[in-house]
């Protein structure tokens, strides 16, 4: 993926606690986004707390796997915000992933649905719904939290 660190970011805040956390706490004081993030990117706004559902290619999740790579590092959509060609694409229910998985088999077919329990500390996470996709999210990781990603990352049924 080629994620190096470059600066630390006053939005980030300290990381901790459990179910793979821990490792955070290692980076918690030089926390850092990406490279790709462009300046500013994500806002400071609180994020989203809770349960977010996105496709992955295999579990364990890796930072490596392709459905983990944001626009930015793929080429898709080079008109749309550069923030938000930095973020994973996410959503709020479940079946809206496997509705996707359904109508798109060629590239989605295989593809696993797997939660993240969203907290400050991993990111950010925003609503971004559109027609085709009413409970979609853009989800913003911290270079830890991609680090952590095969235990943040939970396989949900579906």
């Not at 004081?29 to 290619?57: E, I, N």
């Not at 915000?81 to 994973?88: F, G, I, Q, T, V």
Request: with cysteine; net charge positive.
């Amino acid at each position: 993926m080629g994620v190096e660190v470059t600066s630390a970011d006053e939005n980030n805040s300290s990381a901790g606690g459990s179910d793979g956390r821990a490792l955070l706490a290692k980076s918690a004081a030089a926390s850092v986004w990406p490279d790709y993030m462009p300046p500013g990117c994500p806002d400071a706004q609180p994020t989203h707390t809770g349960r977010l559902f996105r496709l992955v290619s295999k579990v364990p999740v890796r930072k490596e796997d392709p459905l983990m790579l944001p626009a930015a590092l793929t080429g898709a959509f080079p008109d749309a915000d550069a923030c938000l060609r930095a973020s994973l694409s996410s959503s709020s229910r479940i079946e809206e992933l496997q509705t996707l998985r359904l109508s798109r088999t060629k590239k989605y077919g295989r593809a696993r649905v797997v939660a993240i329990d969203m907290l400050p500390d991993l990111g950010r996470a925003r609503p971004t719904p559109s027609r085709s996709s009413p409970y979609h999210w853009s989800l913003w990781l911290t270079l830890a939290a991609f680090d952590a990603a095969s235990r943040l990352f939970i396989e949900v049924p579906s």
